[in-house]
Structures are given as C-alpha cells and as structure tokens.
C-alpha cells in the first residue's frame, strides 16, 4: 500500500492507495497519532485508490476517529470505492464517520 | 640456560676433559663470555698461557691449561665444536618441546571451543566460552563480539582481564566497518587509550546483521596466520550463534505455541458447550477458530417464561488482544442477559456498548454483535444488529434474503444508541447468523465466497435439519477455499422454525 500525505486549506489529507489491511496499518495509525500529538485533530483520509479494506484497518480508523474527536476535532473519510463502500454499510460504520464523495468536499466541511 | 644444559651434559663433558688430561692437560675450562661455566678436574692446575679456541657458533671459550697450544689447537677446535652442537642440540630440543606444549594448548583450546558448543546453553553463556577459548588461542588481553541488528540495541559480549567500556568497543566496531577488508589496528592516535592494537574479523550471522569478533592488546603484533586462525574461529563461533539464535527461536515458538493452545482450549470451553432443545425450533450453532486465537463468540441462552436469547459476535483482529476482548463481552452479555429482565435485544447491546467503550477504546478494536430474542410460542422474533454480517433471512417460500445491520459495532462511539426491530416468523423459516469468517474465505486465485454463494448454498440445503444446514456451510467454504488454510474463526447459528 502506498501513503502519501499533503496539507490542504491547513488540514492534513492522508491518500491511501491498494489494500488497506492489518499489514498496513501500522503507518496509518503513526501518522493520525503524530497529527493529534501536533494538535491537528482535523483529519481527512482519502480512501479513492483503496479496493480493500479489513476490520484491522477499520480499527484503526476507529481509533483515530475517537482521538480526533476527544481533541475536539473529527476524521473525515472521502471518495469510497464500491467494495469498500459496502464493507462501511455492512459493518454500520458508515453512520459513524462522516464520509464525503470528495476530498474537496470532506475539506470543505472542516473550513466551512 | 647454557648452565642448565651444561649440567645435564656434565658427564660428557668430564668424558671430553679426561682425555685431555691423559694427553697431559692440567684443566679444561668452558666459559660463556668473560664468565667461567664450568671446568674439569675443579681444582686443576691453571697455566698462564692456555690453549684458547673460541666457538664459531655461540659466545663459548674453551681453554686448555697445560698443553703445547700449536700441536693441539686442531683438536680442542674440534672438542668446542661437539660441546658446542651437544648444547645447540638441547637448546633446540627445548624449544621444540615448548612448541609442542603451545600446540598441544591450543588443541585443547579448540577442543573446548568446539565442545562449548555442543551443550545446549545460553547465548551469553556460549559467547562466554567462545571468547575465553579465542583469547587463549590468539594470545591476548581481552576479545569481545558485538552485533548491530537495525532498530535495535547493540549486543556486546567481552571477555578479558580488564573489560573495555562500550565506547571503545564501538569505536573498535566502528573502525572495522568502514573498511571490512582491513583487520588489524595499532595505536597511532585512532584508538582508544588502553588499546595497543585491535584486531577485527566478521562473524558470519544472519544477513541483516553486522557482527563481528574482535581481540585486542596481543604481545607484539598480529600476524597474518593470526588473522587467519582468527577468522577460522569467527566462522565457528558464528555457526552457534546462529544455532543458538535458532534454538532460542524454536523455544519461543513452542512457548507461544503452547500459549496460544491454551487460549484457544480457554476460549473454546467459555462457549456453550451443548445447544438447549428449544420446542418449536431446531436450534444449531458451532464455531471453528482459525489457527491464531480468534474473536469470535456466540451463545443460546434460554430464559423462564422468557423469550430466547441467541447473539453472535465477533470482535476486530486476531491473536490475544481479539481473545481477551471476546472473552469480556460474551461474559458481560451472558451475565446481562441472564441477571437483568432485559425485553429487548438493543437493551443488551446498549449495555455491553457503555461497559465496553473504554476498554475497546483503549486498545483500538471494536466488535460486531448481533442479538436476537424468539418466543418460541409466538414466532416473534426481535433483534439488534450492531454491524454484524452476515445475517440471512430464508422464508419458508421465497429466496433467501441479507439483513443489513441497523446499528454501528459496539466500542466504536460512546453512549450510542442501539435499536431493536422485530418480525414474526412462519414454520419452516430459516433465520442464520454467521460470522464474516464465511464470506470472506479465499480460494487459491484470491476471490471471496462472498453472500451470493452463501445464499445459494442456504437456499440449496433449506430442507434439511439446522445441523445439516450448518455442515452444508462449512463443507461449501472448505471446498471453496481448496481445503487451505482457515485465515478467521467460522461461526454461525442456524434456526429453523419447526
């Protein structure tokens, strides 16, 4: 999986790429830790260039979910693929992260 | 060690000076230098004017007292020249002698070196030996191996009189890496005080570590042959580091794996052991951990006057942490459900959800539940769903159909609310909760069983009893995934409206 990070409009966006699973998610985690531990708790995860998703990495997003949040900041997850989609509807997490069609849109509803 | 020698030869040398004395001498004396060594009779008679002849192999004169020096000059040559091959002789045997104790030594030593080995120790206890055997052989004040493992702390082992602080074995270290070609150091500036010459040869461990041997502060300088028999011993003491590495592994693995065997044991007999006869239904459940201990649970539990309770969870991951966890909520769920009169199912769920969201959150994971309750009597069956999948519905005339869950999974938002729905089932209905572990088995080129095969497979055997059912479930994954290994627990109940 391929990780690559930029900060846009002041909020860190995370771009994953390939298979999200609990092989990878060692980095993802580092990186929403060093965001909250630098007081950004306003987070995007771009998901576009995911196919696969399993529940060790949806842990994982869980996790920063709730840090961002008890710092007073939010996770937000955007442009999902069908497969990955679906394993959001399955599991009902899509209720619990706000999940946008665009990176620009899941900014945007930060920076208002 | 002329005298010494000469005591042993002292016979010899009365031999020699008695025909000198039958040719009329009147002394024979030996001296080394300007010093007397010996000479025969003790208290003969000495001329001013002895016949000197002087050695042309060593610093000894021998002098003739008595005797005419031009008739016999030839002579008392050819007697200096016998003492003197008698004691070259000896000196010689001695010094083969030593060297024959030396070899006999090292023999030992490597006889030691290789024996060390052969018991089962300690990585430490091992370097212990191997150094002290190294020393002996390469003659120095001290050795020491030091291995360098990326992200991990250098491991040092010495032996000596006088231990080096790890600063100089790093420098020592450091010097060798730059150049591993280059294997010997003397000081001219670039070691440490208290090193007088460093040698440094690799040890041939695993790949991604530098290793490597080093002795220092040796009599003189190190030697070619030194180097060599260095890097013969290096060789050496790397193959049992290596056996020791791998023996230590292969301890860890079965200590792990007796762990792990327990776990899954202690995890196997917290779930039912025997499904209750429910009358009106036909009730069947069973789950199968993966090899690593997993997270997933169920359970059927049959309350007076009440309806039944049946729940399936599965929390995220694998191994321990996804064990301890599991064991927690199904402990929580069935003590709530059988100390609290609780009515509906998203009652269970919301309490396991406020018991739990610390310590799921503390440790990063959550867990899918899904709770059902059935009156047998009534049919009605009412249910929560907290993102557990799959849940298949199979009425008694129509296709199977997938229940999406209603609520998120438990240990993910606190003081969230779950909900509860409910439906009236008819005789012959199949209502199945299953773990993902299911639908997500692989076949060799990578595809998923997926929820269409699950459905079919349902909708192919739906006459059979919920035992039959559930066999059907786990022989359809089996043969899909080629009889591979299984990566998730498989769990699954099966109800059957009679």
Same mark, same amino acid.
Request: aromatic share 6%; glycine share 6%; charged share 20%.
């Given at each position: ?26 980095? @993802? ?7 909250? &531990? ?14 696969? %998703? ?23 997850? +955007? ?17 619990? !992260? ?9 900014? *945007?509803?930060?920076?208002? | 060690?002329? #005298?010494? /020698? ?15 004395? *039958?040719?009329?001498?009147? +002394? ?87 024996? #060390? ?26 050795? !020491? ?24 074995? /790093?420098?020592? #270290?450091?010097?060798? $890496? ?28 695993? =790949? *991604? ?47 792990? =794996?007796? =762990?792990?065997?327990?776990? $899954? ?7 039912? *052991? ?7 239904? &036909? ?12 997270? &997933? !649970?169920? &359970? ?29 909520? /199904? ?19 919301? $309490? ?39 849940? @298949? ?10 229940? =999406? ?12 609310? !779950? ?47 919920? $035992? ?26 099966? %109800?059957?409206?009679?």
């Amino acid at each position: 999986m391929d990780i690559l990070s930029s900060i846009k409009a002041n909020i860190p966006v995370l771009h994953l790429t390939g298979r999200f699973d609990a092989h990878e998610v060692k980095p @993802v985690a580092d990186w929403m830790q060093e965001q909250v &531990d630098a007081n950004r708790p306003r987070l995007v995860v771009d998901l576009q260039k995911v196919n696969f %998703i399993d529940s060790t990495a949806l842990s994982t997003l869980v996790r920063g979910l709730k840090h961002c949040r008890e710092q007073g900041g939010d996770l937000h997850l +955007c442009s999902l693929q069908q497969p990955v989609r679906v394993i959001f509807e399955l599991t009902r997490l899509d209720k619990a !992260f706000d999940i946008f069609a665009s990176e620009q849109e899941a900014i *945007q509803a930060f920076t208002g | 060690m002329l #005298a010494e /020698h000469l005591e042993t030869r002292r016979a010899q040398f009365i031999a020699l000076a008695d025909s000198w004395l *039958q040719v009329g001498a009147g +002394c024979v004396r030996l001296l080394d230098g300007g010093a007397v060594l010996t000479q025969y009779p003790p208290n003969g008679s000495l001329s001013p004017h002895p016949l000197i002849v002087h050695s042309r192999a060593s610093n000894l004169i021998l002098q003739i007292h008595g005797v005419k020096a031009d008739d016999w000059s030839a002579t008392a040559a050819m007697t200096l020249d016998l003492l003197d091959s008698l004691l070259t002789a000896d000196t010689e045997l001695e010094s083969l002698t030593a060297a024959l104790v030396e070899t006999q030594d090292r023999l030992v030593a490597l006889y030691e070196l290789t024996q #060390a080995t052969r018991r089962k120790l300690g990585i430490p206890i091992l370097l212990d030996l191997l150094l002290e055997q190294a020393c002996h052989l390469l003659e120095v004040d001290g050795g !020491f191996t030091v291995l360098l493992q990326p992200g991990q702390p250098a491991l040092i082992h010495q032996k000596g009189n006088n231990l080096l602080s790890d600063d100089h074995i /790093h420098v020592a #270290a450091s010097l060798y $890496r730059r150049d591993t070609g280059r294997h010997t150091f003397k000081d001219a500036g670039t070691l440490p005080i208290g090193l007088r010459n460093v040698m440094m040869v690799s040890l041939p461990v695993r =790949e *991604q570590v530098f290793a490597a041997l080093g002795v220092y502060n040796k009599t003189g300088d190190f030697t070619s042959p030194d180097i060599k028999l260095a890097q013969s011993i290096a060789d050496h003491i790397g193959a049992q580091l290596e056996n020791a590495f791998l023996h230590e592994e292969a301890l860890a693995h079965i200590r792990l =794996e007796t =762990e792990m065997n327990v776990a $899954r044991q202690v995890q196997t007999s917290l779930l039912p *052991q025997s499904i209750p006869a429910i009358p009106g239904l &036909d009730v069947y459940a069973v789950s199968t951990p993966a090899l690593q201990v997993g997270g &997933d !649970f169920y &359970d059927v539990i049959l309350r007076p006057a009440k309806p039944v309770v049946f729940m399936v969870g599965d929390v995220t991951g694998k191994g321990m942490p996804a064990a301890l966890l599991m064991a927690m909520t /199904h402990t929580i769920a069935r003590a709530a459900v059988r100390n609290v009169p609780f009515t509906q199912p998203h009652e269970i769920v919301d $309490r396991l959800n406020n018991d739990l969201i610390e310590d799921f959150s503390n440790v990063g994971m959550f867990s899918t539940v899904f709770v059902g309750m059935i009156d047998p009597a009534t049919r009605q069956l009412s249910l929560c769903n907290a993102g557990h999948s799959p849940v @298949v519905y199979a009425p008694a005339s129509g296709d199977p159909i997938l229940l =999406e869950a209603q609520d998120i999974p438990i240990g993910v938002l606190d003081g969230y609310s !779950f909900n509860s729905y409910s439906c009236k089932l008819s005789a012959d209905d199949l209502f199945i909760v299953a773990s993902d572990g299911f639908p997500e088995t692989r076949n060799a080129s990578g595809e998923m069983f997926g929820y269409e095969r699950l459905k079919a497979c349902l909708a192919l055997g739906r006459a059979s009893s919920a $035992r039959e059912i559930a066999q059907q479930l786990f022989d359809a994954v089996t043969q899909f995934s080629g009889n591979g290994p299984q990566e998730d627990d498989r769990t699954v109940i099966v %109800i059957k409206v009679r």
